[in-house]
């Protein structure tokens, strides 16, 4: 097993290896002093794991109550948030209970921002069960739902008492879930890790405690230095302006690492058309997506991504901030006019 410490505001650790889903219970209850514990799922992971969760819990002499609510992004609104409000009230936790986030993404953001404003804050754990939740979305205390006017419009900076990642659960994940995360796996090599982008030659499912490890610790790096996505914290965007819009013009049929995937390539080869990374950069990009059998262009139209970007959190005012690949290895931010956004769109359409 290992262990990454997470120094923020509220510093954390994270562990990562395998068989933790059975020892969940008295990692939680000694960090959290929890007494009781509210585990959030989804219908999908909530049949497959939840009830080892429950029952690791009540091992450690924890109470448990249980929500569950329908797999999917479709899920992630303030309808299924109030929901969760109302079964946290109902079932009397109090502020010294504890959260625990059992699933992807979804349930990560979900579950964190219902932990961070039920009575002002109450502790959280996350316990991925995805790649993708694993190596970015479990870390860093982003939490969040959407609304209809774009992702994650709503909610609140609420870092987690604990993570455990227990890489067993990735043994169920459909193929296509997998290569969803390694598109955030493949976001951090081109981020700041040349040498870790060359691993990736070698499957991810081969050394998939090792990435992880990998992953956490450069995202636990930048959130310490910029814990309010002030500045540097932006670069972990790379990508998701464009994958953001994708996923929202596609009424989310385009998953989010699928559609992270396009942002990446689409960025790249705007970037190289403006002489801003080197010659190889979007090809070097593209084949390791393609590798993993990520897509790497879209169909949607440039005109209607571009509005849906002006709904990004990156834009203040009339200025929107992009993630630039110079080279695999190093990315900077790059504000662009609001004006010039579906310009940058139709440059990275056609390939090279």
Sequence with gaps: MDTVKIDCSRPYEVLVGTGLLD?????????????TAAVVADDTVDALYGDRVQ?????AGCRVVRFRFPHGEQSKTIATYVQLLHFLAENRLTRS???????????????GFAAATFMRGMALVQLPTTLLAAVDSSVGGKTAVDLPQGKNLAGAFHQPSLVLC???????LPADVFRDGCAEVIKYGVLCDAQFFESLQKPVNEQREAVISRCVRIKSDIVSRDERDKRERQLLNLGHTI???????SGFTVSHGQAVAIGMAHVARAAFRRGLCKRDCPGRIEEMLRL????????????????????DKKRTGKQITLVIPEEIGRCVLYPLPVSEIAELIREGVEAL
Excluded: F, K, N
């Design 23 to 35: 020892t969940a219970g008295e990692h939680i209850v000694r960090t959290t002093g929890c007494q």
């Design 55 to 59: 029952a690791s819990l009540e091992r």
């Design 97 to 111: 209970d504890a959260v625990v986030a059992l699933g992807g993404g979804v349930t990560g953001d979900l579950a």
């Design 166 to 172: 227990d890489c067993d659960t990735l043994d169920t």
């Design 243 to 249: 994958g953001h819009a994708i996923e929202q013009c």
């Design 292 to 311: 993993y059998g990520l897509p790497v262009s879209t169909s949607l139209e440039p005109e209607m991504l571009a509005q849906a970007a002006l709904s």
